[in-house]
């Protein structure tokens, strides 16, 4: 008998300092993902007139006059395509992420929309090349009265890339497309129904504007847009499926490789895990309302309908507790 308790005894001895390791080897873990998977933090204050202000800083806010307060875990993240051989940001959409209120808005930017600038273009795309992804920021910022916390670049070699490690897309062409260009050698045809789409044959998609004989998009370049938003959602779908969220490796070279953001990882993994609690049905896409057709100093630009995007700008992209007001934003009426 006290050989068997000595055996007993010795077997505690073995299984306690195990167990205690296992659960500190445990505790460090889940510390370690604890303090690496965070929400964004924002610095405060960032911006001039609609600053920033760090979402766990309420004191901060309630004690800055110039500053509304506003809601915690709310983002404007700034989506970007980059053109790799022109040096443009063809498509940028402004994204707001509204952990608290469950929503996910996307709002796309033309990319003639009209700037209150005396520059040698007054177009949003020009911004980008003029000054980078630093002053695309800013000049949102000053343009919608609403601040760009982070951005997220994408090249279109990057975009390729991605369609094609997940299989390709079956998407809904939505137009016959007949267009040749032999000076870049691009060549874009496709019949209008349900398409199964590799790398290259959706970028020839989402770039598509009109064919070769005139005849497009009822809308120019908005009907781009909705075909760019439509494609995004059905990617997104995909990439999310679980036969893809499995090939971490191959998705995170792609992203190392392609992707510029100023989000860190543990940001991105807990807005991804946001995203699933939210849910797809909850995201909206939208453009910014105003005219295709318009001009300005001789130069065809998009121009904002200043009642409608203010509309539009407290609804899906005003991070702040109080509406804006038309003074906030700065939108040029040729």
């Known amino acids: 008998m006290a050989g068997y308790n000595k055996k007993k005894k010795r077997k505690r001895e073995i299984i306690i300092p195990f167990l205690t390791a296992v659960l500190f080897c445990t505790a460090t873990v889940w510390g370690f993902l604890a303090h690496i998977i965070r929400a964004p933090e924002l610095d405060a204050p960032a911006y001039s007139g609609n600053a920033a202000v760090s979402a766990e800083n309420e ?180 990439l999310l499926s679980p036969e893809n969220i499995t090939d971490v490796d191959a998705l995170a070279d792609i992203f190392h490789t392609y992707v510029k953001t100023d989000l860190t990882v543990g940001n991105l993994v807990w807005l991804g895990k946001e995203t699933f609690s939210i849910g797809f049905d909850s995201i909206t896409f939208q453009t910014l309302p105003g005219n295709g057709a318009a001009w300005y100093k001789g130069e065809s630009v998009y121009a904002l309908d200043p009642a409608a995007t203010l509309a539009l700008v407290n609804e899906a992209l005003n991070p702040y507790d109080e509406p804006l007001t038309a003074e906030q934003l700065d939108i040029l009426v040729p």
């Not at 940028?92 to 608290?100: E, R, T, W």
């Not at 920021?137 to 369609?163: H, K, M």
């Open 59 to 238: 004191t901060t806010a309630q004690n800055t006059p110039d500053l509304p307060k506003r809601r915690a875990y709310c983002y404007n993240i700034l989506v970007s395509g980059l053109d790799d051989n022109n040096g443009g940001s063809d498509t940028n959409i402004l994204v707001q992420f509204d952990a608290q209120q469950k929503r996910i808005s996307a709002v796309s930017l033309p990319r003639d929309t009209l700037l209150n600038h005396a520059w040698a273009s007054n177009k949003l795309n020009y911004a980008y090349a003029k000054g980078g992804t630093e002053l695309l920021r800013a000049e949102i910022t000053n343009l919608l009265g609403v601040p760009v916390d982070f951005y997220v670049t994408v090249s279109l070699q990057g975009f390729v890339t991605l369609i094609d490690r997940i299989g390709g897309v079956d998407f809904n062409v939505p137009v016959n497309m007949d267009y040749d260009d032999p000076a870049q050698d691009l060549h874009i045809h496709f019949e209008a129904g349900m398409q199964h789409l590799n790398g290259e044959d959706a970028l020839r998609v989402v770039r598509w504007r009109k064919n070769n004989d005139g005849t497009g998009y009822a809308s120019a370049d908005i009907g781009r847009i909705s075909t760019q938003q439509a494609f995004l959602t059905a990617a997104a779908k995909k």
